[in-house]
Nanobody, 115 residues
Framework: VQPVESGGGLVQPGGSLRLSCVIP????????VGWYRQGPWKQRDLVAR???????DYADSVQGRFTISRDNTKNTLYLQMNGLKPEETAVYYC??????????WGQGTQVTVSS
């Protein structure tokens, strides 16, 4: 059982991408879910997360440019990314917080921001 991400790719600076992640239903409906990213030679950092009630929080660096959302009818998590910057080139990972059971990670999707 693993989340499956899609939507990564190559985009020019200032461009947009939308990432999607399908998470098994019984996990999706009961978990806070989110997106992390890990650039070359960097640690994995939180980008945004959204709770079961729809409340979201964002890293300061993406506030106002990225939007996280969830579709509970499709068990799908989204991340709309606008105004992308070269330094945001990274592997983006979908995550589900399982509480005492730990964490569930997707395999990641590459986002490359380059001209």
């Amino acid at each position: 059982v693993q989340p499956v991400e899609s939507g990564g790719g190559l985009v020019q600076p200032g461009g947009s991408l939308r990432l999607s992640c399908v998470i098994p239903g019984h996990i999706f409906s009961t978990s806070t879910v989110g997106w992390y990213r890990q650039g070359p030679w960097k640690q994995r950092d939180l980008v945004a997360r959204i709770s079961t009630d729809g409340s979201a929080d964002y890293a300061d660096s993406v506030q106002g440019r990225f939007t996280i959302s969830r579709d509970n009818t499709k068990n799908t998590l989204y991340l709309q990314m606008n105004g992308l910057k070269p330094e945001e080139t990274a592997v983006y990972y979908c995550h589900a917080d399982l509480g005492v059971l730990g964490d569930l990670w997707g395999q990641g999707t590459q986002v490359t921001v380059s001209s």
